[in-house]
């Protein structure tokens, strides 16, 4: 016997799934996130820069070397390295537990995001890795 019966609308399962809405607003998310992140990038890529300098010479023997000429060495490489944030002056030469002199760099970087936001971003660019 074949069952002819109609099937009320209560029967029938709800449709789930993206709304129009949700699929904006998750679309609105993810270029707010990517907006942040294109704003920010450039600075991290210029801390990388700055830590790869740094390491290069803290590797040659920095003892032999003046202040000066510590300091000019860093402008020369960040000069090829295109390091804009952080000259020879703003160096931080010390020396280490071994008697060897080191140099490091801390700076602020703040960049504006949108409208009056900004963020602003810490950098320690030292030889030992952190």
């Given at each position: 016997?074949?069952?002819?019966?109609?099937?009320?609308?209560?029967?029938?399962?709800?449709?789930?799934?993206?709304?129009?809405?949700?699929?904006?607003?998750?679309?609105?998310?993810?270029?707010f996130v990517a907006v942040i992140a294109m704003k920010i990038f450039p600075a991290y890529?210029?801390?990388?820069?700055?830590?790869?300098?740094?390491?290069?010479?803290?590797?040659?023997?920095?003892?032999?070397?003046?202040?000066?000429?510590?300091?000019?060495?860093?402008?020369?490489?960040?000069?090829?390295?295109?390091?804009?944030?952080?000259h020879g002056s703003d160096l931080i030469i010390g020396k280490n537990s071994a008697g060897?002199?080191?140099?490091?760099?801390?700076?602020?970087?703040?960049?504006?995001?949108?409208?009056?936001?900004?963020?602003?971003?810490?950098?320690?660019?030292?030889?030992?890795?952190?």
């Amino acid at each position: 016997m074949i069952n002819l019966q109609k099937k009320s609308p209560g029967n029938l399962k709800k449709q789930a799934g993206a709304t129009l809405l949700g699929m904006l607003f998750v679309g609105a998310m993810l270029f707010f996130v990517a907006v942040i992140a294109m704003k920010i990038f450039p600075a991290y890529q210029e801390y990388f820069s700055v830590k790869t300098v740094i390491r290069a010479m803290n590797k040659e023997s920095l003892n032999d070397m003046s202040k000066k000429e510590i300091q000019d060495s860093f402008n020369k490489r960040a000069d090829t390295s295109y390091v804009t944030v952080v000259h020879g002056s703003d160096l931080i030469i010390g020396k280490n537990s071994a008697g060897e002199t080191t140099v490091s760099a801390q700076y602020q970087v703040v960049t504006p995001l949108f409208g009056n936001i900004s963020v602003m971003m810490d950098f320690d660019a030292s030889p030992d890795g952190k």
